[in-house]
């Protein structure tokens, strides 16, 4: 009975500690670099710029039919989201389309409110992979959120 008890109180804190919130997705650092101001002055418009480095171009080597495709959607909240609500509201966009393998994606950044915030969003890198008679065989997409906290404050 004893032993019955143990098992099931593992079973649950393994299910229990294993769940984590879909408002603080693992995001792993070693997949891109934000390069912004961290503090900025309200109501300028700051340049900023991701430097990505895609793990599905590590084992694919692009013909000159395929295409690759990268976008940052990205939004400026004064909380951390998960990427499915993300896609769920109006976001910014930046499109690029490339051969290479890292990938800089510029931005701007321009909040009209005094406080700390977040430059949140994810970048999603697609790769259409194109048969010999340049028919579309395959797509490839990837998706990493990106979270940066940035500091307002006034001129």
Do not use: W
Not at 2 to 30: A, M, Q, W, Y
Not at 66 to 86: C, F, G, H, P, W
């Amino acid at each position: 009975m004893r032993s019955l008890f143990v098992n099931n109180t593992i079973i649950f804190l393994l299910l229990f500690l294993g769940c984590r919130s879909p408002h603080h997705e693992k995001i792993d650092p070693s997949r891109f670099i934000i390069k912004i101001q961290k503090k900025q002055e309200i109501g300028v418009s700051e340049y900023a710029e991701i430097i990505y480095k895609p793990i599905i171009m590590d084992t694919l080597k692009l013909k000159k039919t395929d295409y690759r495709e990268v976008s940052l959607s990205y939004n400026i909240a004064d909380k951390q989201t998960s990427i499915e609500e993300l896609e769920q509201i109006p976001m910014n966009y930046t499109y690029l389309s490339l051969k290479n393998k890292d990938s800089i994606i510029p931005f701007r950044v321009k909040v009209d409110k005094i406080g700390d915030f977040f430059i949140e969003g994810y970048v999603k890198d697609s790769i259409v992979l194109n048969d010999s008679n340049g028919e579309q065989a395959r797509i490839i997409v990837d998706k990493i959120k990106v979270c940066e906290k940035i500091k307002i404050i006034p001129k």
